[in-house]
């Protein structure tokens, strides 16, 4: 899973405690991405963080929708 972010983003820190607590559970790796590093992602994310992303397919932004979340992690195992 990917949390594209940026430094000071409170919705950010928001999401990631939750992808924190769905992860004890689900044990899956999760992976921060700083947009603020890279222009492309800068562009496309600037203004939607945090954006979840799992498999390649965005699920979330602004806000982890945990049970969409919850299903699709459920659906992998």
Do not use: N, W
């Not at 983003?9 to 689900?26: G, N, P």
């Not at 947009?35 to 982890?64: K, N, Q, W």
């Amino acid at each position: 899973m990917t949390v594209y972010s940026r430094p000071g983003c409170h919705l950010c820190e928001d999401a990631i405690v939750v992808l924190r607590r769905l992860q004890a559970e689900f044990a899956f790796e999760l992976c921060e991405r700083d947009i603020s590093t890279d222009e492309s992602l800068l562009r496309a994310y600037f203004e939607r963080i945090p954006v979840i992303a799992l498999d390649g397919e965005e699920l979330c932004e602004y806000f982890v929708e945990e049970k969409l979340v919850r299903e699709r992690l459920e659906s992998r195992r």
